[in-house]
């Protein structure tokens, strides 16, 4: 499974960005997508997850009500809208592919990776 994220940006306080992951490679049916996200100095955390098949999700508390994880089956590609941005926000943002089929918010269960896209929000 191959992961290509995109999308981030500058973007001042209360704004938004939507980053895009591509995913290749073989059927999804059982996988979960996550995003995680890493800031300077700080550990790689949780950020949001969603079930390719059924489309559930599952937010980290610090972006709930902000952030909305979706997936376009055709496309193969999973989405994270980002709303009302802080600067807390700012990190390097990754996507995650787990086949165990269970939302997990380990980053350690996530098997495929893809490339980081730098998110800066500026206050």
């Known amino acids: 499974v191959q992961l290509q994220a995109y999308g981030g940006g500058l973007v001042q306080a209360g704004g938004s960005l939507r980053l895009s992951c591509a995913v290749s490679?073989?059927?999804?049916?059982?996988?979960?997508l996550g995003w995680f996200r890493q800031a300077p100095g700080k550990e790689r955390e949780f950020v949001a997850a969603i079930r390719w098949s059924g489309g559930s999700t599952y937010y980290a508390d610090s972006v709930k009500g902000r952030f909305t994880a979706s997936r376009d089956n055709a496309k193969n590609t999973v989405y994270l809208q980002m709303n009302s941005l802080k600067p807390e926000d700012t990190a390097v943002y990754y996507c995650?592919?787990?086949?165990?089929?269970?939302?997990?918010?380990?980053?350690?269960?996530?098997?495929?990776w893809g490339q980081g896209t730098q998110v800066t929000v500026s206050s």
């Open positions: 490679g073989r059927s999804l049916s059982r996988y979960v």
């Open positions: 995650a592919a787990d086949s165990q089929g269970a939302i997990v918010l380990m980053s350690s269960e996530y098997d495929y």
